[in-house]
């Protein structure tokens, strides 16, 4: 298929043949370390970049005897929600090459739902994961913060983003987080959380029981092409013995805000490395160190990621850090606390994946701040460390796909395995 990933470089997997992936393809997204193999983040900065050892994911992955056949194509540094922003130029959406596949692991997501691998890596810091599986029509799971290491993930926002399993349906991708879930002794924010796993086996589809919340904040000027497939889907899930409520969640107003501050923030500072000295391409040295900074950052970077780092470091600076930066964690908190106070009446929350239908190629480019407002689902989960699993609903051909958002609980993946498995077709 013309361009659906952009690029992918070959890898052969010396893993273990006896493991639960044997026989399994896998994709990974171009911002975890492949021992070996270029890891580019999608950008000239890091185009010749090859690390010299592998994510523990990619480990565990390898040791269950799947082969990773490559690398996919992503928004730069992962900002974007279209991949677009690729150094490497656009991946097309599989179902329609005028379209989007989203963003930021739209290579991965492409990559399933093209066929090219049976399972892919995406992360996700603000849906990256998930917004490109409801554009693609594949299942994508962000995990709860912690639950899957970040040793080898190259970092844009240390405390929001997740590595994640992307599949075609949810008891594959469960299968694949069974592989990479667990506690590892090189990453301090992975949590131990003693016997878990054994994710698959709760893709039963049973939910006789379980109380789905709404949040009103989440289906408020919802585009009807998104809107009615996502309404079908909770009467599927209450012809199963599920009660659906509404519920309204204030913070969820002010999260896109706080989300795009915090995110900028830590990029700012993660990206600061990357100066021609320490990692990235050198402009040359004419004898004025900051002039050759500058100018090796003005060549690697890509405009978006420019932006960020731009509105980053202003609000970190003097005189406006407590303004926008304190007051943006104050409402991550507030997300956090809201959530957890809903968890005590409902066992999953539910929503569209996005709010809209996939961008057509170049319509995010045009208005970058529609393309922030597009997060508005998805970027509240990362806020509160939480997880959540897109699984595509039924959608119109001539429109694009759909997705349907389950979040639940910290650690509580298998209700939203169950709770996905129950609307799968």
């Not at 691998?117 to 603000?126: E, I, K, P, V």
């Amino acid at each position: 298929m013309k361009n659906i990933n952009s690029f992918i470089t070959r890898i052969d997997s010396k893993g273990s043949k006896k493991g639960p992936l044997r026989g399994c393809t896998v994709a990974i997204k171009d911002n975890i370390s492949t021992k070996g193999i270029r890891t580019t983040c999608g950008s000239a900065m890091l185009k010749d970049y090859i690390p010299p050892y592998d994510a523990t994911v990619v480990e565990k992955i390898k040791a269950a005897g799947a082969t990773i056949v490559g690398k996919t194509n992503m928004d730069e540094f992962g900002m974007g929600t279209t991949t677009e922003t690729s150094y490497f130029g656009p991946t097309l959406n599989p179902h329609n090459e005028d379209l989007v596949a989203g963003g930021s692991s739209g290579g991965s997501a492409a990559a399933v739902a093209s066929g090219e691998a049976m399972f892919s890596l995406g992360t996700d810091t603000g849906g990256s994961i998930r917004c490109p599986a409801a554009f693609c029509g594949v299942v994508g799971i962000k995990p709860t913060y912690g639950l899957v290491s970040r040793y080898g993930l190259i970092a844009y926002a240390n405390s929001l983003e997740q590595i994640g399993p992307i599949a075609r349906t949810v008891e594959d991708a469960a299968k694949l987080l069974d592989v990479i879930a667990g506690v590892d002794v090189k990453d301090s924010t992975s949590l131990d959380i003693g016997k878990g796993g054994k994710y698959a086996k709760y893709a039963s589809g049973e939910v006789d029981g379980m109380t789905v919340g709404v949040p009103v904040e989440l289906i408020k000027g919802m585009d009807k092409n998104v809107l009615e497939p996502f309404e079908s889907s909770m009467e599927q899930m209450k012809e199963k013995g599920c009660t659906i409520k509404e519920i309204t969640l204030p913070s969820l107003e002010k999260a896109v805000a706080a989300y795009y501050i915090i995110a900028m923030s830590e990029a700012s500072s993660n990206l600061a490395r990357y100066d021609g000295v320490r990692y990235g391409v050198a402009s040359g040295f004419g004898g004025d160190w900051n002039q050759m900074f500058s100018a090796s950052r003005e060549i690697g970077f890509g405009k978006e990621v420019k932006r960020r780092i731009l509105l980053g470091t202003y609000a970190l600076s003097a005189g406006y850090q407590d303004r926008y930066y304190a007051k943006a964690q104050r409402v991550k908190a507030w997300v956090r606390k809201e959530f957890e106070n809903a968890f005590k009446e409902i066992e999953v929350v539910a929503s569209p994946t996005m709010p809209v239908l996939p961008f057509k190629l170049g319509e995010g480019e045009k208005d970058p701040l529609k393309m922030y407002l597009s997060d508005s689902n998805t970027v509240p989960v990362n806020l509160a460390g939480l997880p959540a699993i897109s699984i595509p609903a039924e959608w119109d051909k001539d429109s694009g796909p759909v997705g349907v958002q389950f979040v639940g609980a910290r650690f509580q993946e298998k209700k939203l395995i169950r709770a996905a498995s129950s609307i799968e077709r």
